[in-house]
């Protein structure tokens, strides 16, 4: 069966470095397009940056600059390289899944960022 699970969240400091890690297993991963998601309490879930099969990446533009999304295939793993954290990136980060052909999405279950001085 198809797992997606994000890891890699917690409490850091203002200007500090988090990486998050999303493992899959159940699916062929490299036909897969990666998003990250930002949800912060009370607020609707935004994409905060993507990754197509090929390497392609896209970024909001409040994290330009500060946030890498990267892949590798090999070991069915994401990541989401978060640098210079400020206190409007507090949210809980989800990663998803979607087929190349636009098929049925996947969600892990999410990991809380919290940026607190």
């Known amino acids: 069966q198809v797992q997606v699970v994000e890891s890699g969240g917690g409490l850091v400091q203002p200007g500090g470095s988090l990486r998050l890690s999303c493992a899959a297993s159940g699916l062929n991963f490299n036909t897969y397009i990666v998003s990250w998601y930002g949800q912060a309490p009370g607020k609707q879930r935004e994409l905060v940056a993507v990754i197509s099969w090929r390497g392609t990446t896209n970024y909001a533009e409040s994290v330009k600059g500060r946030f890498t999304i990267s892949r590798d295939n090999g070991k069915n793993m994401a990541y989401l390289q978060m640098n210079s954290l400020k206190f409007e990136d507090t949210a809980v980060y989800y990663c998803?899944?979607?087929?190349?052909?636009?098929?049925?999405?996947?969600w892990g279950q999410g990991t809380q960022v919290t940026v607190s001085s």
């Open positions: 998803n899944l979607r087929p190349i052909d636009g098929a049925y999405q996947y």
